[in-house]
């Protein structure tokens, strides 16, 4: 419905075009950040926390990332401020078994500790601290890694030893089947874990893990790859002569 309001004796009833209909989101889904003027915040993309900008890289490789650009703790508007974390969301709820992929390099100067790629994201805005998933958080500096079912990192799911990290630009990559994830950090395999608890279905995001410059680039969400079983290092295995 359109309602026209005027003060003039010549007006006359507005139209509009019919809008267009529903659709899914778009899938498979790449995003390399080429086609945005500096400053510029992607499309499709709902930061959450934190502020993030398409910013010309330092790299040649990778020319325009997306960087997150708020350094120091924000005025507490609400119970999500006070999570001392960064996020943006994208994609489609109803996401389910899915392969998610992001290259993500910690800043040289004012940079964050870590950050994080997640998959299955059950709520944002004003509850954005509350929210559970899959996340895949990754220190460089550290090479260390963890897995948990919630943003804010209580509930562990894995951790341990990341000794294939390198010093600048590291490729995060999720693969979720029904209650079963593998986590990838430069092509390699990382971990594997069962995701009882978490929900079946939510949105891609990623972020960081405290404040601080971190820049991301290559963003893919596509079909499932097939998940691998993997020996458990954790647990001692026989094999039989």
Known sequence: MVITLTTLTTGQKGSHPDPPPDKSFPFPYTENFEEYNDTEQPKYMAQQLGCFEVHKSNDSNHGNVLRQMVLEQPVYWNAADRLKRTANLIGDYSWEDITVSVDAKTGEINGTTGVFLAARVDRGG???????????????????????SDIGGKSLLKSGVAQMANKGWNTLKLILQGYQVEGYLNGQYLFESDIQNVPLTGFVGFGTSDYGYAEYDNLAI????????????????????
């Open 126 to 148: 004003v509850k954005t601290g509350g929210a559970l998933g899959v996340f895949f958080y990754f220190y460089p500096s550290l090479q260390m890694y963890k897995l948990t």
């Open 222 to 241: 596509y079909n499932l790859e097939k998940v691998t079983p993997h020996n458990n290092p954790d647990i001692l295995y026989f094999i039989p002569r």
